[in-house]
């Protein structure tokens, strides 16, 4: 008896591990939306409504993110999504400190997410990249002609159609941390 009930035990164990692994690689790649949807996949996702709608873009103002209200793009090559753009920028309201504050601040909860980015400064343009198997984040402060601004960019890296970029994106893989929206 105690033998059928190993064996139910451990077969339970099997398909909750399978399950698990199947999930995990299910994540999402931004926000609550994978490479590739479609632009109707992605309105779906987002209980926000958009504020402009394009054939390749979807923007959204006002989107909450770390305590503050930034805008975000999501671009798509045709029918399939390839690209999300946080962005953050001196208006009236927002100041130079605050564009630098909520660098900092979101670079710190990336970091816990993803681990160490790399860092490249060029004059007043700092970037920090950080690299999964599925996508590459890049976090840009700068000084623009209209002002210090913030982009945070999640582009899609297997949406090339490379082989060896599909086969590296269907290994199991997690986040240090989850980090709501980032």
């Given at each position: 008896?105690?033998?059928?009930?190993f064996?139910?035990?451990?077969?339970?164990?099997?398909?909750?591990?399978?399950?698990?692994q199947?999930?995990?690689?299910?994540?999402?790649?931004?926000?609550?939306?994978?490479?590739?949807?479609?632009?109707?996949?992605?309105?779906?996702?987002?209980?926000?409504?958009?504020?402009?709608?394009?054939?390749?873009?979807?923007?959204?103002?006002?989107?909450?993110?770390?305590?503050?209200?930034?805008?975000?793009?999501?671009?798509?090559?045709?029918?399939s999504?390839?690209?999300?753009?946080?962005?953050?920028?001196?208006?009236?309201?927002?100041?130079?400190?605050?564009?630098?504050?909520?660098?900092?601040?979101?670079a710190?909860?990336?970091t816990?997410?993803?681990?160490?980015?790399k860092?490249?400064?060029v004059?007043?343009?700092?970037?920090?990249?950080?690299?999964?198997?599925?996508?590459?984040?890049?976090l840009?402060?700068?000084?623009?002609?209209?002002g210090?601004?913030?982009?945070?960019?999640?582009?899609?890296?297997?949406?090339?159609?490379?082989?060896?970029?599909?086969?590296?994106?269907?290994?199991?893989?997690?986040?240090?941390?989850?980090?709501?929206?980032?």
């Amino acid at each position: 008896m105690k033998t059928i009930q190993f064996r139910i035990i451990g077969l339970f164990l099997l398909q909750f591990f399978v399950i698990n692994q199947l999930l995990a690689q299910q994540e999402f790649d931004v926000r609550k939306v994978r490479w590739g949807f479609s632009p109707k996949q992605v309105r779906d996702a987002d209980t926000l409504k958009p504020t402009s709608v394009k054939k390749e873009k979807i923007t959204y103002t006002r989107v909450p993110l770390a305590d503050r209200k930034v805008g975000l793009e999501y671009e798509f090559n045709g029918d399939s999504l390839l690209s999300a753009n946080y962005y953050y920028y001196v208006l009236p309201g927002i100041t130079e400190a605050d564009v630098k504050q909520t660098a900092v601040d979101l670079a710190a909860l990336i970091t816990d997410k993803y681990g160490k980015g790399k860092t490249a400064q060029v004059g007043e343009l700092q970037t920090v990249t950080w690299l999964t198997p599925r996508t590459q984040i890049r976090l840009a402060l700068g000084n623009t002609d209209r002002g210090w601004s913030l982009e945070i960019t999640y582009l899609c890296r297997v949406c090339s159609g490379d082989p060896k970029d599909a086969e590296q994106a269907k290994k199991p893989w997690k986040p240090l941390k989850e980090v709501q929206d980032l």
